[in-house]
């Protein structure tokens, strides 16, 4: 049997609930073997003496004292112990423990909780996405799929039962949107005006609205559908949902499709599509040529000729950067790109000027990139293979810094073209983050280095701030990626 | 040019957001005053993907 | 999937139209279905008596003595064992019983009946605090206390309720909410309430002013005397709602101390059990865990109505009473309820949450995707039998029961 020690505190109350806190409190402390606070009645002094914790002090106390009650391996321990709690005794308030702030953990009791929601944006992992992606459905509300690794059976399950539900499933794999003037995950601050946009591809959504926003024009939806949507299997149910909404809605006057080139038996739905509408559009098929087009619907074979088609066929002002030639005299391009679309463009501006192009992610008529392949390498750093386990180029620009590294260290290489992706869900400061990147490599100065900024001056990061601290980096800007492409092929020496 | 106010809902109402996974998503949308509601989201059903599809189908 | 959705929305509209009113007090024999000599119904699902725990053994050989089955607690363990004395769950004969929840023919009963469709449930009248049957106490104060409730207590307040019509229960626990009660864990403004509207017609019907006097003094001295009464009404709103093809509301949460077990209203009268799991709460002086017994009794049929741990809002003194942390706490235990529920009960209403109703019908579907496991307030009985309370707190449903309800229900609607 240990050393008892009682402390009464004369005419002091509080509740059973808080004494039996902080008795198991107590009874947790270091050499304590037993413990109880109790206000002092006769039963309770009686509780105390049958747990062999009542001392002299104890049993004198009335029943309107409390009695602080220790059993513990000696003297010592007891008194530390009763020390240790009495501030606690005395306290006033308790220091809340938890979070008492409710957020619902589950889509259907948010949506219980807020009827007027209608859209949900989802962004979890993909082996759980499909099942909260259905779950939203269910309820009514317009799905925003953020995830990837998604399978295509479940693609073509949800979007059809969007599409019973009449709800729009955007995704899986949709990066970005433009809805109702705000923009969602990776998107840009563009202007609000009267061209609609349905892209199966985030990155050529964002440079279409922006070079549309920053060269007088104006957005008023822009609907991406996942980079699949418009493949045979799935067979373009979000596109052509997303080209009834915006038929339908009074502010879209003009509609812009951005896609890879669609499966074979997609292709004519979506023209006779078009043909029912009243509204003039613009198709940007990447790579895809001899489309036979509805009378209302005009081809552009470039994000940049979608937007200028877009904005009435003007072209915009092109971007001069005088070059003599890089120092090394090498004959190369070499692409770094964060956006995959954009790395596509590039491709087709280079293929149409008679290169070479090797990609890991080839356009039609681009070769694979592999090391005994020769040709100007455009390489998609948001591809897998650079972002198995870690974030997306966009998200994270020291994905480029060894592949940069490499080109300007390579004398074969003579200009090295960039993209800088800015906006919402974007790196807050991409362009800084490269400059400061390349303060440390040699061979900066002997190779061109050609970017553009797709962005707006709205954007977080503002365009102009990023364009700026890249030529302070020596880097040349276009006023587009397909400028800079341009540009790349006037460099002497490369294109021949 | 419509100003951001007159731009008809593209939705069939005012934005009004659940967001589920990244909370940047969702403090971006606050900022635009967007009505968003950020779920306590855990991996459902005890993180068995299996299960949680099961019960996506069942309505859950 | 439609068909559960319309099977959910008519079980919601079946358990918010019940009437359930307290109508009399009857001895089991005489009202219990199928209930005979030598049969012992107990709390939560079927157990056969080698898997009992302490406190529900200590309990049966108590009542077997009690009967005048055995002439002592060895001999009626003997009998118990042998397969002499028959038991089944409580469940399976329109009753409930809290804690061990023992039943058997010479017990009164409190009866609810469900006006809307005409069935009626059965529970024993609660014990009081301590040393008493419900947490498997056996000796003879407790079994001279169980011999005056079969005497004085039952037949008087029956008498009361034949005389005056019976008590609606609605409207009491929509009062009880308003005062802090949640039903399972706190029951003081509840049972105040029944005393006031039984007092009178005990007086007008008694003409025994003594017996009288000692059964208002046991009930004024017993705040959880209106439990039992919650958990017959429990029992009278869900049986309609058995056997709804399609539907995926919990009809049953109980408890034998071995086993928890459910019933599901698509998957009719199967239960799917898992083990018990310790509760976790507040010890009084000279217990602990380590004397704790795994969690127990059919009173989680009050959670099944959104009661108990689904009302906690309605009651931050029991969120600090179980252990459940602060009281400004409490209103996130029912809003996280609220997610696993199909709906919200607007007649029993929560007036510091904004009259929030009550999180109402337990969707296996959600508790299961959420992984939000039903909260249940509890007390905590001793493991030996005998010595009664120990200590309260708040135990969760095991996950394992809604997985296999959810699992079976997909297979009977043929989804996969």
Redesign the interface.
Known sequence: MGYTLNKVFQGFYKDS??L??L??DL?AMDGVE?A???MGSPS?KQ??M??G?LADDGAAAEGGDLILAVRAKDATAAQIAADTIEPEIMSQT?A???D?F?????????????P??????????G??A???A???I?RG??VMM??DNVSIEDEINLKNQARERGV?MMGPDCGTAI???????FANKV????IGIVGASGTGIQEVTTLISNNGG?I??A?GVGGRDLKDEIGGISTLMGID??DA???TNHIVLISKPPGKTVLPNIMKRIGQSAKPFTVCFIGASDLDLPANATVARTLKDAAQAALGGDAFAETEISETGSNNNGTEIRGLYSGGTLAAETQLILLDAGLEVVSNAAVPGAGQLSDDVDGHKIIDLGDDEYTQGRPHPMIDPEIRRQPLAEALADSSVGVVLIDIVIG??AHPDPAGQLAEMLIAMPGKDDTIIIGSVTGTEQDPQVRSSQVKALQAAGIHVAGSNADAAIAALKVPGINS | MASDKDTPSLLGGKLSVINVGLDKFATELADHDVPVVHLDWKPPAGGDPALAALLSKMGA | MDIIEKANEEAIRRMLGAEPVLIDVMPAGDIVPNLEDKMILHAGPPIEWDRMCGPMQGAIAGITVFEGWANDLDQAVTMAASGEIRFDANHHHDAVGPMTGMTTISQPMLVVENRTTGNKSYCAINEGLGKVMRFGGNDAEVLNRLAWIRDVLGPAMGKALRDMGGVELKPLIARGLSMGDEMHQRNVACSGLVLRAIAAAMAKTSDDSIALSEALAFISANDQFHLNIAMAMGKAIMDPVRNIEGSSIVTAMSRNGTDFGIRVSGTGDEWFTAPVEMPEGLYFVGYSEADANPDMGDSTIVETIGLGGFAMGASPAVAGFVGAGAASEAANYTHRMSEICASENPEWTIPSMDYLGVPTGIDVRLVVDSGIAPTINTGIAHREPGIGQVGAGVVRAPMACFEQAVRRLAEKLGIS
């Open positions: 609930v808080a039996m806190r008795s198991r009874a037993e109880g606070l109790m309770n509780i105390l049958d747990a914790l308790r809340a423990t938890g008492s409710w957020r619902p953990q589950t889509i259907r009791a948010a949506a219980k909780a807020n007027d929601a209608n859209l949900a944006l989802i962004s979890v992992p082996e759980f499909a099942a909260e259905r779950k939203a269910n509300l317009h953020f995830s729009l809805l109702d003037g705000v923009p969602l995950a202007t609000t005006g009267d104006g008023s939806h609907i909404r915006l809605d009074p502010a919402y869900g």
